[in-house]
């Protein structure tokens, strides 16, 4: 994983005045774009878009040093506007791009490298589970990406599920995990802008194939999953044990990512406010 992270480091050096595009890095890295993209934000701290963005403005903060004209630096970094440019270099450096020209300041932001480093020994609880193929059946929509904090949007789609849904999800229920679960999935791949979308539902494992128009299907071919439990506060508990995995368990493990979408169940814990048993659950190969 890491000496793939690392390619695609230099691969972004290689283009950094072209227009790139996750599918492109994702397809470069071998790596299903919506786990790649987890991977690099947990991992890095910082989205793939605002890692893009920073290297090509310091690029350009080298380019202006250089005595080169704004408006050819501009465009050299895929800008399509002076405007554009100017908004975004001020609000990343804090000054005017003519600035950086008249008085010589230079602010840089380094290429990234990834290597393992270890910190405190903290032991993973995982297990591996074989699956034959089933579908998640449930009601979805799209929703913007969100690796920390309540998504309101999944709230709202949990409250818009009718009594008639919930009961035929019920009735098809029927491999385990015998739990509501969480699947996100077709993430938006013009990450180029600062949020992108994904589709998110809610819904249950089964391997009936007849299912109402009243819910949704995404079929999941056999495979393996790496599981992880994880209990405490909620979300929180269960959004460190997701870093946790992507930032230090799958870049030392013998497993690598597949790109079918990953999913995970919670179940309140009705004696402790606030605290909850997760499961995640990833789907992975040996390397």
Known sequence: MLHE????????????????S?????????????????VFFYLSGLTLSEYIKNRKLSEANK???????VTDVAFKYGYQSMDGFTRAFKKWSGLLPSDIIKKKVSKSFPKLSFIITVTGGTTMEFRIEDKSAFH???????????????NNELVKLARSITDEQKKEMHSLQNIAPYEIVNVSYDADAKFL??????????????????????????????????????EGPFPTTL??????????????????VIDIPSFSFTKMDGQKMGHAYSEVWIPVRKR
């Open 136 to 150: 998640f059946v449930g009601v979805s929509k799209r929703v913007p990406m969100q690796f920390e904090g309540i």
């Open 5 to 20: 992270l690392n390619r695609v480091i230099e691969y972004i050096e290689d283009h950094i005045t072209e227009e790139l």
């Open 239 to 256: 959004q460190q044990t997701m870093a946790s995995i992507y930032a230090e368990w799958l870049p030392s493990s013998n497993y690598e």
């Open 193 to 230: 802008k600062e949020e992108g979308d994904l589709t998110h539902m809610i819904g249950v494992l089964t391997t009936e194939n007849q299912v109402s128009e009243r819910l949704n299907k995404v079929s999941v071919e056999a495979c393996s999953w790496a599981v992880f439990p994880n």
């Open 22 to 38: 996750l599918e492109s890095i994702a397809e470069y890295a071998g790596i299903g774009d919506f786990h790649f993209r987890k």
């Open 63 to 69: 380019d202006l040093l250089a005595g080169k004209r």
